[in-house]
């Protein structure tokens, strides 16, 4: 299975700051990689497709980088409504794996 | 609207069998490979099955294999998830999630339904 790691695990940063999380695969996956936002207590959404693809929709804040083994999400000016946990998801080995999430939280 | 709707969770002994339910409406299902993931309790992601637009593949996660099976009534607009043989791990929130028209496996999620929670117990 392709494992993905995610980095932070959690984040605090201030409104108006530019985050970035990184997402490694174990090994190539391309540009294979989807990024998600989840809010407590609501299911998934998604943001960013295929590493660098703003979903229609989301704010142009967002944005996603990377290919092969290493891909980043970036916000590049955090609201108090992007409180949430984000993952990425990689599709091009089955099993669909995800990385274990990354809880972002104002500071 | 596109709008997908779990239905079907709920108590289950260990050892039992629960099927679920997705609605789906606002878009036309036949066209689109779908997916079920789960989320346990304060926990990730996980992936647990896909069925393609005409129900010619079927994947599942090895933690699954052999005990869930995945079937789909375009017809009905709905999406089903029979689960058997029923572990305590298995307790989780029950997502189904439309895939990209297009693709014969699975690829990324959106939307989502608003989940349904399993709960595995004694």
């Known amino acids: 299975d392709i494992q993905m790691t995610q980095s932070p695990s959690s984040l605090s940063a201030s409104v108006g700051d530019r985050v970035t999380i990184t997402c490694q695969a174990s090994q190539g996956i391309s540009n294979f990689l989807n990024w998600y936002q989840q809010k407590p207590g609501k299911a998934p959404k998604l943001l960013i497709y295929d590493a660098s693809n703003l979903e229609t929709g989301v704010p142009s804040r967002f944005s996603g980088s990377g290919s092969g083994t290493h891909f980043a999400f970036t916000i590049s000016s955090l609201q108090p409504e992007d409180i949430a946990t984000y993952f990425c998801?990689?599709?091009?080995?089955?099993?669909?794996?995800f990385g274990q999430g990354t809880r972002l939280e104002i500071k | 609207e596109v709008q997908l709707v779990e239905s079907g969770g709920g108590l289950v002994k260990p050892g039992g069998s629960l099927r679920l339910s997705c609605a789906a409406s606002g878009f036309t299902l036949s066209a689109y490979g779908m997916n079920w993931v789960r989320q346990a309790p304060g926990k990730g992601l996980e992936w647990v099955s896909f069925i393609s637009s005409s129900s010619r593949h079927k994947y599942f996660a090895d933690s699954v294999k052999g005990r869930f099976t995945v079937s789909r009534d375009n017809a009905k607009n709905s999406l089903y998830l029979q689960m058997s043989s029923l572990r305590v791990d298995d307790t989780a929130v029950y997502y189904c999630a439309r895939g990209r028209s297009g693709y014969s496996g699975p690829n990324c999620f959106d939307p989502w339904g608003q989940g349904t929670l399993v709960t595995v117990s004694s």
């Open positions: 998801q990689q599709y091009d080995h089955l099993p669909i794996t």
